[in-house]
């Protein structure tokens, strides 16, 4: 799984190099990644992310925990309901997060 969290981090990376931005419906965003992970392919990203910034503090901000923390609750919490918890209306904001933040700790973590 963690070739695809660098992938999508690498994607991110690409996309703000040559655009400057990333748009919220950016469909190569949402096509490769967030539509297509479930919660097993989350978990097997925010987990270690969490204990990452456990670790290492100095790579996250306080809103990184928070996304974090939030995406893992909501999968927790309803995963017996929904295969692709984050890829559903309630919880895709959460999804973009935790995303954006994934590349952010991908990034302050490739720098040391």
């Known amino acids: ?9 690498n994607l991110q990376n ?3 190099k040559e655009e400057g931005k990333i748009d919220r419906n ?3 965003i949402w096509g490769l990644v ?3 992970w479930d919660n097993n ?7 270690p992310m969490s204990t990452l910034i456990d670790k290492f503090p100095e790579f996250a901000e306080p809103y990184h925990v928070t ?12 995963c017996q309901y929904h295969s692709r918890v984050l890829d559903t209306k309630p919880h895709k904001k959460k999804a973009w997060k935790a995303l954006m933040t994934a590349r952010e700790i991908w990034n302050a973590a490739k720098k040391q």
């Open 26 to 28: 950016d469909k190569r």
């Open 67 to 78: 996304n974090i923390r939030e995406a893992m609750e909501a999968i927790e919490d309803n």
């Open 14 to 16: 690409v996309i703000l």
């Open 34 to 36: 967030l539509h297509d």
């Open 41 to 47: 392919d989350w978990m097997e990203v925010l987990k």
């Open 1 to 9: 799984m963690i070739e695809k969290w660098a992938d999508a981090a």
